[in-house]
């Protein structure tokens, strides 16, 4: 998977590498899904981005200087380790958000297993309502949630971006759908937004916040 190409610690290579062997077998094993789509707090399947959308997000935030990186679906960690290994060099931090605490919780083990914790702080709750409670405006955005709130979120965070801040979102190309369509439409028509579709991984909208 060619990950020291990135210069990632020993220890980030190694929780990266636990990622991969569970990814892996959910792959091969049977695929389930809660009723509705919904988890429920009790789905353990990773759902993850794959290791070359990573790779191009670590890319990207390793570019800013000394971002503030906001993270909206923490999932089990593996995104947030990538942004946050790229926060790290580039002097900034990550905020990451997720509804379940135990996806949290786990999330935040893994981040001190791979020397990450201190760039990442954890929040747990509604990522639309906690959006507003942000400190400080952000940098980059990585938006990984169930796409029907694509577009509450992009309503709340717009007004956070700093000028320059780029937003990724994910799951673009597949598994797509009127909420994907919805989304792109909506940060497109965003006054200074200039946005790209590319496909890496299941497909990634990639947006700028032009500086005014």
């Given at each position: 998977m060619a990950l020291g190409e990135h210069r990632l610690s020993e220890a980030l290579v190694a929780v990266l590498e636990?990622?991969?062997r569970r990814m892996t077998a959910e792959r091969q094993g049977p695929r389930e899904e809660a009723p509705g789509g919904r988890d429920g707090g009790q789905d353990l399947r990773m759902r993850a981005i794959g290791?070359?959308?990573?790779?191009?997000l670590n890319t990207l935030v390793r570019g800013l200087d000394r971002p503030h990186v906001l993270e909206l679906g923490t999932s089990f960690g593996y995104s947030g380790l990538w942004l946050a290994d790229a926060a790290r060099a580039a002097g900034g931090h990550v905020t990451t958000m997720e509804f379940h605490g135990y996806k949290s919780e786990f999330a935040e083990r893994k981040a001190s297993d791979a020397g990450l914790v201190d760039y990442i702080e954890f929040m747990v709750g509604d990522a639309v309502?906690?959006?507003?409670?942000?400190?400080?405006?952000v940098d980059f955005v990585f938006l990984d949630v169930w796409k029907d709130l694509y577009l509450p979120c992009?309503?709340?965070l717009?007004?956070?971006?700093?000028?320059?801040?780029?937003?990724v979102a994910d799951n673009m190309l597949r598994p797509g759908g009127e909420d994907v369509r919805r989304y792109q439409e909506a940060i497109r028509a965003k006054p200074g937004m200039s946005s790209i579709l590319l496909p890496i991984g299941t497909g990634i909208e990639v947006s700028r916040f032009a500086a005014s």
């Open positions: 636990t990622y991969h290791p070359d959308t990573g790779r191009f309502e906690m959006i507003g409670t942000l400190r400080e405006k992009l309503e709340a717009y007004p956070q971006l700093n000028p320059g801040a780029i937003v």
